[in-house]
């Protein structure tokens, strides 16, 4: 008798929802064989109402204990539902230009404020680098590390400090070496400043700072020798790439340092999560700065020895971040996300 009180039970449970579950199932099915852009308006509006619909139906399953058949058939629906609903699957391709036109411009300007203190510290460290080695030079051994500086220092002759900015041989081998070292350098400077931005921001603005004393300093040395010139023509054409995702992922540990000392509503750990990820956003996209940064530094300024061109390839680059990251993406969907601060 309870045996067959329950059969009839599920029963009833089955046919009173079951068109609703035949109906969220035809959607999904059409949303993994062609994709979401082949739902209708009314379609799309309706998909997550029968998700959250047949998602109500299983947890009363569960509590009421009803058949294992009905529990996994509404398990599995509930699974595939979910990533239609919020995983929807994209072209790679699509994803990647939705990240480059909407999301990483977007994400920068949401957090502009963050970037221009570590825009700022940067540059802070860079005079105090100069003004300091320039007083003395031998302080010059204090910003330097000896493994960056590979005999470009106070010791070196002027001659032996301007040969390797236009000498493609041998000596510019060497200042490849440099230039690598100093890559290598920057991107761990601004890896590690974001990771740090949890300790209350002071390690990330200390990196930060430190990171423009070394070019300060090294900047100071040679504009001791006469040497500016050539030496900013040989730096900035990857240098102003380079320095930009340094900032970027300065003001992205900004951001969770900010996440942190200024939870809002939220507590810090779910602060955190929610600043997380969009400063991971511009955390990715500074990766690719580096990455291009480096492209630059090792093809175009090993190739192009003329400094007319070399300055003008760093005011190109230049002018296309600032355009980028002021106009690239505005007034796209994206740009109407809600303030996780003000999220329920």
């Avoid at 992205?252 to 991971?280: F, I």
């Amino acid at each position: 008798m309870a045996t067959r009180k329950f059969v009839l039970r599920s029963y009833e449970f089955r046919r009173e929802r079951e068109k609703t579950w035949r109906e969220l199932e035809r959607l999904v099915d059409r949303v993994e064989k062609s994709g979401i852009k082949n739902l209708s308006a009314a379609e799309l509006t309706r998909l997550p109402a029968l998700y959250r619909a047949t998602l109500s139906a299983l947890s009363v399953a569960r509590a009421i204990s009803l058949d294992r058949a009905l529990l996994d058939y509404l398990e599995g629906l509930c699974s595939r539902a979910y990533f239609a609903v919020y995983g929807t699957k994209r072209h790679p391709l699509e994803t990647i230009a939705e990240f480059f036109a909407v999301k990483f411009p977007q994400t920068f300007r949401r957090f502009r404020w963050q970037m221009a203190i570590s825009g700022l510290v940067l540059i802070l460290g860079g005079v105090t680098g100069f003004a300091m080695t320039a007083w003395d030079i031998d302080n010059y051994y204090a910003f330097v590390p000896d493994a960056m500086a590979q005999g470009r220092d106070p010791a070196a002759s002027t001659e032996e400090l301007r040969e390797p900015l236009y000498d493609p041989g041998t000596a510019g081998d060497e200042l490849l070496l440099f230039a690598m070292s100093l890559f290598d350098h920057n991107a761990r400077i601004g890896i590690m400043a974001f990771c740090l931005g949890f300790a209350a921001g002071i390690p990330c603005v200390l990196l930060i700072f430190y990171n423009g004393t070394v070019l300060g300093a090294f900047a100071a040395l040679y504009h001791d020798r006469g040497l500016s010139v050539e030496l900013w023509a040989w730096l900035l054409p990857h240098g102003v790439t380079e320095l930009l995702a340094v900032v970027l992922c300065g003001g992205a540990g900004l951001v969770l340092a900010e996440s942190l000392l200024l939870p809002g509503r939220h507590t810090r750990l779910e602060n955190l999560a929610l600043r997380g990820r969009e400063a991971a956003v511009i955390v990715l996209g500074a990766v690719i700065l580096f990455f291009i940064a480096g492209l630059i530094e090792g093809i175009f300024r090993q190739v192009v020895k003329d400094l007319t061109l070399r300055y003008a390839m760093a005011t190109a680059t230049g002018v296309w971040w600032i355009v980028y990251f002021g106009l690239v993406g505005r007034g796209a969907r994206a740009e109407q996300a809600v303030d996780p601060g003000d999220e329920g």
